[in-house]
T-cell receptor
Framework: DGGITQSPKYLFRKEGQNVTLSCEQN?????MYWYRQDPGQGLRLIYY???????QKGDIAEGYSVSREKKESFPLTVTSAQKNPTAFYLC???????????FGPGTRLLVL | SQQGEEDPQALSIQEGENATMNCSYK?????LQWYRQNSGRGLVHLIL?????REKHSGRLRVTLDTSKKSSSLLITASRAADTASYFC???????????FGTGTRLTVIP
């Protein structure tokens, strides 16, 4: 059963805490992406990776970090430097950069 | 920002009517895509139209592309309540390694 999964579905962050959002795909896609979506808004690109061990900043990378140690996995860490982290986070993968993207179900991050 | 814009921001129609959404973008593209998002879910790819195509159909969906005006439209015919969702256009931008998503049109289909 191929697809892209994100966990957890909901995540709560305390002040000053780093949290990590998981994104896994078994579609054998090279490219993976992280987006942030605020209520009633479009998607803003945080980071993307075209290949293992390589990633680039998107439009709003400040306060976030990523790693791409395995083709299947692209975790996103929301650091304490991100002062307004409350949002819906979407992960996507694509067989090639700029191609059709396949999205996970999303993680909603809330601040306590 | 290369983000596109959809118009209208919100659209409410009766079941059975047609729904038309428009997308404008800023740069040259290789292709333009439309995605759908149900509330609180991830996006789902609907259709892709290449820059050398002017119209494309998929089931009840019809997409047009006018590269001279940097605009596209998505028509959903004979709408159903299940079509209620937000619809986003996305462009690749020539030479870009990612997609640029518009701000979305929120469609409500009233049964």
């Amino acid at each position: 059963d191929g697809g892209i999964t994100q966990s957890p579905k909901y995540l709560f962050r305390k002040e000053g805490q780093n949290v990590t959002l998981s994104c896994e795909q078994n579609l054998n896609h090279d490219a993976m992406y992280w987006y942030r979506q605020d209520p009633g808004q479009g998607l803003r690109l945080i980071y993307y990776s075209q290949i293992v061990n390589d990633f680039q900043k998107g439009d709003i990378a400040e306060g976030y970090s990523v790693s791409r140690e395995k083709k299947e996995s692209f975790p996103l860490t929301v650091t304490s430097a991100q002062k307004n982290p409350t949002a819906f986070y979407l992960c996507a993968s694509s067989p090639r950069p700029g191609g059709t993207q396949y999205f996970g179900p999303g993680t909603r991050l809330l601040v306590l | 920002s290369q983000q596109g814009e959809e118009d209208p921001q919100a659209l409410s129609i009766q079941e059975g009517e047609n729904a038309t959404m428009n997308c404008s973008y800023k740069t040259s593209i290789n292709n333009l895509q439309w995605y759908r998002q149900n509330s609180g879910r991830g996006l789902v790819h609907l259709i892709l139209i290449r820059s050398n195509e002017r119209e494309k159909h998929s089931g009840r969906l019809r997409v047009t592309l006018d590269t001279s005006k940097k605009s596209s439209s998505l028509l959903i015919t004979a709408s159903r309540a299940a079509d209620t969702a937000s619809y986003f256009c996305a462009t690749d931008g020539t030479g870009a390694n990612n997609l640029f998503f518009g701000t979305g049109t929120r469609l409500t289909v009233i049964p």
